[in-house]
């Protein structure tokens, strides 16, 4: 029988288990990731297991979330991670070099190649038949020790392209579909391998916007072939040498399929407040939904191609005056282009503000919009609150539709601009990796250099036979990390100061939640469905475990989440009954007796509502290994007690 793409990978990577939807499976990883606001943690994690250069082909540490230096924090983190590089085998990408992502794909992805990122949207590399996942930091560090990655081996999505995109509808317009039809949790336990006749008008970086945004589905990964247009990149990139064809077998089968017509494909834009609230443009066209803020950039939308077209738009035009035009290009590579070849002096022209290429505004690093603003943003997420502003409303759209909205100061078709400007692909990057710093050759005579804002981890205590602990907090459905664990220009500096941040935990939702947690001790959290949708930050697991949340008890998880709470000894359990969420309330003092030997014995727990004098199920869905990680009380402890 004919294979896809995602099950040759995968078997070529494969050291554990079978490719058998649901089931574990461990694989090989070639390459790992790690950015500034999650690498801190991987890399002390990784200092922790004592291996002295990283077993991967290749490691890469980028600065490019806090790259605001509004105090000693960033700058500190930024020597830490770069003297801990240079000691142990990874390179540097220096801040001003670029968002991770982007850079990755630039200069290192290779087509069939497995890298693992501390950061959710790393299947940009997918863009160039890369299987590439996000992870928790502590997983990146076991990766770069030479541990293999484990993972539940996916469901198998086809999206079958057909046609050609039309004038002024863009790759970001497939993604948002894809978002319109499956949900934000529809992509869970799931990789979405694209293909059809449409995939041939896609460049490298057009794949890289579907892929990235594929986080937002709760997809494991996402996955184009590697063709002719894969080699074209490469060569562009001058790494033509990089190249090999993949592709799926012609009587490939999969679990399940999605075709779409981008004949008919109208440009999309995701509403507030959910990357999967999307309606066609011309919905909102007659409506005349004044605009007051575009931010074009971040890692899904600000290529070259992106930001040239962008500035053909904007030529010889003013950016409307209700409206402020920010600009972040994705690495110095796109932005010393279009510095090069004039185009960034035509968005200047218009009135855009310049920024450097870093993440910025798209995970509230500066630039949150005005009180009630309409930002419309050619970013990946919206959710409420990440822009910085409580009730801004964030849309996300192609950079076309952004444009539009910053020249006429309404959300706007693009199609009514006129005729499209022609970009093409440039025939050569500009390529210079000054920026990029090998490691050391003498790793011993490098000296970590850790500022005062660098905490220790940490780390959690082996389960208890018993847990009786009140609820601290009952939540409804599709909780994002960044509820849980803010991020923001505030925030963003203490990623590694886990006693700071933790003052921070679910304060959007309850300001209350910090000081209450502290005060019981230990607690419950209680959720509803996709629980922990959103970033790979495993902050979002370690700050609540040091607030003394024991448990979390939901109707279902996103998938990055629920491994990091596994892997810092936080009980992630699932209603049976779905209708006992209902009865539950904040407060009521919750006991799972017996619990070591509930959870060994098998799958189902029984719990007491004592407060409530009710009792219901829940279930672990536990793997062997993931339940020694848990009675150990986290990864760590468990990679410790094997190594005794
Ligand atoms: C995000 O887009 O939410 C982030 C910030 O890049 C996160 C990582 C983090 O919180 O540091 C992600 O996507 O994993
Ligand atoms: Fe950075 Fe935003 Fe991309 Fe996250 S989604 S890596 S914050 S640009």
Not at 476 to 486: A, L
Not at 489 to 512: F, G, M
């Amino acid at each position: 029988m004919g294979k896809n793409l995602v099950q040759k990978i995968l078997e070529a990577h494969l050291v554990q288990g079978e490719l058998v939807a649901g089931k574990e499976i461990a694989i090989r990883i070639d390459q790992t990731l790690t950015q500034d606001a999650t690498g801190t943690m991987a890399y002390l994690q990784f200092e922790a297991m004592g291996v002295p250069q990283v077993k991967t082909e290749l490691s890469v540490s980028y600065v490019d979330h806090n790259t605001l230096q509004s105090g000693f924090e960033n700058a500190d983190d930024h020597r830490f991670l770069q003297t801990v590089a240079s000691k142990h085998g990874i390179h540097f990408s220096r801040p001003g070099n670029g968002i991770c992502h982007q850079v990755h794909l630039e200069r290192f992805a290779k087509p069939g190649k497995t890298l693992l990122g501390s950061d959710s949207h790393t299947p940009t590399a997918g863009g160039m038949g890369s299987i590439a996942m996000g992870a928790g930091g502590l997983d990146i560090a076991v990766a770069m020790a030479g541990g293999a990655f484990y993972l539940n081996s996916p469901k198998v999505v086809k999206v079958e392209l057909q046609g050609k995109l039309q004038p002024w509808v863009a790759a970001k317009d497939i993604i948002l579909e894809v978002l319109r039809r499956m949900t934000v949790k529809g992509g869970v336990g799931k990789i979405i391998e694209y293909t059809g006749e449409g995939v041939a008008s896609l460049t490298v970086p057009e794949r890289a916007t579907i892929t990235n945004m594929g986080a937002e589905l709760g997809a494991t990964t996402s996955i184009f072939p590697s063709d002719e247009n894969t080699r074209i990149y490469l060569e562009a990139q001058g790494r033509g040498g990089d190249y090999t064809a993949l592709a799926a077998d012609a009587d490939a089968t999969y679990d399940e399929e999605i075709i779409i017509d981008l004949n008919t494909l109208a440009p999309n834009i995701a509403q507030p407040h959910s990357p999967d609230n999307v309606v066609p443009v011309p919905e909102l066209n007659g409506q005349k939904i004044p605009v007051n803020q575009v931010a074009v950039g971040s890692c899904t939308n600000s290529s070259y191609t992106d930001l040239m077209r962008l500035a053909a738009v904007l030529k010889g035009k003013t950016v409307h005056p209700n409206v402020s035009l920010v600009v972040s290009p994705g690495s110095k590579q796109v932005f010393e282009m279009i510095a090069r070849n004039g185009a960034l002096a035509d968005i200047l022209a218009s009135g855009a503000r310049i920024l450097e290429s870093a993440c910025g505004p798209c995970i509230g690093m500066g630039q949150a919009p005005s009180s009630g603003a309409v930002s419309v943003r050619s970013f990946n997420r919206n959710f409420e609150g990440r822009s910085g502003t409580a009730d801004a409303k964030v849309y996300l759209a192609s950079v076309e539709t952004c444009a539009a909205a910053a020249v006429t100061g309404f959300i706007t078709d693009p199609r009514e601009l006129g005729d499209l400007p022609t970009i093409a692909m440039p025939d050569k990057y500009l390529i210079d990796d000054r920026l990029v710093l090998s490691p050391s050759e003498e790793p011993d005579t490098v000296e970590v250099v850790r500022g005062p804002n660098i905490k220790p981890l940490p780390v959690n205590t082996e389960l208890a036979d018993a847990l009786n602990a009140p609820v601290s907090l009952k939540v409804g459905d599709n909780i994002t990390t960044d509820h849980i664990m803010p991020a923001g220009a505030k925030v963003l500096p203490l990623r590694s100061n886990i006693p700071a941040i933790s003052e921070h935990v679910y304060v959007r939702v309850d300001p209350q939640f910090p000081s209450r947690a502290k005060e019981l001790g230990k607690s419950i959290i209680i959720g509803g469905h996709n629980y922990g949708q959103g970033s790979s930050r495993e902050h979002a697991a370690l700050a609540p475990m040091y607030l003394g949340v024991k448990a979390v008890i939901v109707k279902s998880y996103a998938r990055i989440h629920r491994a990091n709470l596994i892997n810092f000894g936080l009980l992630p359990l699932t209603f049976v009954n779905e209708a006992d969420y209902e009865s539950i309330e904040q407060s009521d003092e919750i006991a799972i007796d017996n619990l070591r030997g509930q959870i060994e014995a098998g799958n189902e727990l029984t719990v007491k509502n004592v407060t409530k004098g009710t009792e219901f199920k829940v279930t672990h869905d536990l793997t062997g290994r993931q339940i020694d990680i848990i009675l150990a009380g986290g990864l760590l402890n468990y990679t410790k007690s094997q190594a005794v």
